[in-house]
């Protein structure tokens, strides 16, 4: 039986707040302290940076909060991990300074300054037919657009770090990241789990040089201890043991159970995924590789939908000013007032079909696509608009699984879903009814803490290796059975309706970017 004495500290900084989170070593949450942080600004349109010091304040302020609400004694904290958002990067000087603010995923930015590719490279590619994709990596690189961009800074750059490095740095001292956080513009090799070789074409493609970059460990090694400067700031213990975690994603996955590929993950937060985990190297979009899982030596398989729950916010500030209200005046929050929207329409939307391509992809969708609702009525108000979005979502996300069942091989049978959409009962319904499967919620709705937890508990021997962490640490909430009805009218309007929607628009996308130049075009 484990040690009810044992706790775990998971710090999780993502895209709006900082959370410091106390596990047991059963899954339970014991503890935790939140500290928002600053939106993003934006000094030219389309950039999205924050200050680095201000991520590192907000996990020593979460931190002191959390040792402020707890009887837990710091002693009974065994280890620490970190999980962050993702492909948000950090310039460091050589004495550990940031250099400028840390430019974070959101950002748009891009630069046709890049290095040049060798001619044997751009032949290759182009026979492959991904030019485009190679070509797009190029420009959106940080790193090529610091380097074109702001030359003095990154002449004086001495470590190019995501954001998890850059927290592991400041709590222990050490240029050590894990593999499981690498998810961004960078020389890293997917397949392989580590640093592109020297032939690499990355290290063509990109500005940097491999001494900026920090050393890569697997998910669940102690990768240093808490030093003193971080526990006088934090309240962490000193020597306290820091182990590798992952991408929030990525302890996601694992968060919510989601360890086998015949399990489906769903997260429903500001991007919206859906992911398996497999031993298996499967690129579910041809030249778009898999991410590292937050399982030593598997991968995650995803597909994203790059605005996501973000929809729902979208709406609440374009449409929700009734709910807004009504929140304010009686407390709670307007996304639990927006169910009640969702479950005076019926299921379909009487029509109102949504195709959430409110960001272009990469590839699938292309960089063309834009957001489209069509089947409009006089009948029609925004409580149909706002079950079409989560509708169209949840289409969108089962046409990533059957991408990666097509892919992979293997058929995905059970749901876990994470993320603050999973909060709305409503959501979870039709999810379970457009899908076809039962859908869990996680037990916790801090699942990327969870996962980040379960990295220390294998890594320290708490428990005796990741799978069995996973079985003692997780299991299904409540779970959502398909409605017969609903999922028959959903199964038609997916194959007879969704699944044509972006084939038949995207040549009017194109044109649309062509006359406004909006989304920008390769």
Not at 199 to 207: V, Y
Not at 375 to 398: K, N, P, S
Request: one cysteine or more.
């Amino acid at each position: 039986m484990p040690d009810p004495a044992q706790y775990i500290l998971s710090i999780d900084n993502g895209t709006q707040s900082v959370r410091a989170l106390l596990f047991d070593l059963d899954g339970n949450l014991a503890a935790k302290a939140q500290v928002h942080l600053q939106a993003y600004f934006s000094a030219h349109p389309g950039w999205a940076e924050h200050d680095a010091e201000g991520y590192w304040r907000a996990v020593c302020e979460a931190c002191q909060r959390l040792w402020a609400v707890t009887d837990i004694p710091r002693s009974a904290v065994k280890g620490v991990a970190v999980t962050t958002q993702r492909g948000t990067v950090v310039n460091l000087d050589k004495d550990g300074k940031p250099l400028r603010p840390a430019i974070t995923w959101l950002d748009q930015r891009r630069t046709d300054r890049v290095p040049p590719l060798s001619p044997w490279w751009r032949a290759a590619f182009k026979l492959a037919r991904v030019d485009s994709t190679i070509e797009f990596f190029r420009r959106e690189a940080e790193i090529n657009w610091i380097a074109a961009e702001q030359p003095d800074i990154w002449a004086r750059t001495d470590k190019f770090l995501l954001l998890s490095g850059f927290l592991n740095y400041r709590l222990c001292e050490r240029f050590v990241d894990s593999i499981g956080s690498q998810v961004a513009y960078l020389p890293f090799d997917y397949k392989r789990h580590r640093w592109a070789g020297a032939r690499d074409w990355k290290w063509q493609a990109l500005a940097i040089e491999p001494r900026m970059l920090p050393e890569l460990v697997a998910p669940g090694t102690v990768i240093g201890a808490i030093t003193a400067a971080a526990a006088a700031a934090t309240g962490i213990p000193q020597g306290t043991p820091l182990v590798a975690a992952a991408a929030d994603k990525a302890c996601e996955v694992i968060g919510a159970g989601a360890t086998e590929p015949h399990i489906g993950c769903l997260s429903y937060g500001t991007t919206a995924t859906v992911n398996t985990t497999t031993k298996k190297y499967v690129e579910v979009t041809p030249f778009i590789p898999p991410y590292p899982a937050a399982i030593p030596g598997a991968y995650s398989t995803e597909v994203q939908i790059f605005r996501g729950y973000w929809m729902v916010n979208w709406f609440k500030e374009q449409f929700g000013h009734l709910e807004q209200a009504a929140a304010q005046r009686h407390g709670g929050s307007p996304e639990e007032l927006f169910d009640g929207l969702v479950e005076d329409v019926p299921p379909g939307s009487m029509g109102l079909m949504l195709q959430p391509y409110w960001s272009p992809g990469i590839r699938v969708p292309g960089p063309e696509a834009k957001g489209a609702m069509i089947g409009f009525g006089d009948v029609h108000t925004r409580a149909h608009m706002y079950r079409a979005i989560l509708e169209g979502l949840a289409y969108a996300l089962r046409e990533g699984m059957e991408r990666i069942e097509k892919r992979s091989g293997v058929k995905v049978t059970e749901l876990r879903v994470a993320g603050g959409g999973s909060q709305s009962d409503a959501a979870m319904q039709l999810t379970a009814d457009i899908f076809g499967l039962p859908a869990a919620r996680a037990h916790v709705y801090e699942t990327s803490g969870l996962g980040a937890a379960i990295a220390v508990a294998a890594g320290l021997g708490l428990h005796r290796d990741f799978a069995s962490a996973t079985r003692a640490m997780t299991r299904p909430g409540r779970v959502f059975q398909p409605i017969p009805a609903n999922q028959a009218i959903y199964e038609r309007l997916y194959r007879r309706v969704y699944l044509k929607m972006y084939q038949r628009l995207q040549p009017m996308y194109a044109e649309i970017a062509d006359i406004t130049g909006y989304p920008e075009r390769l």
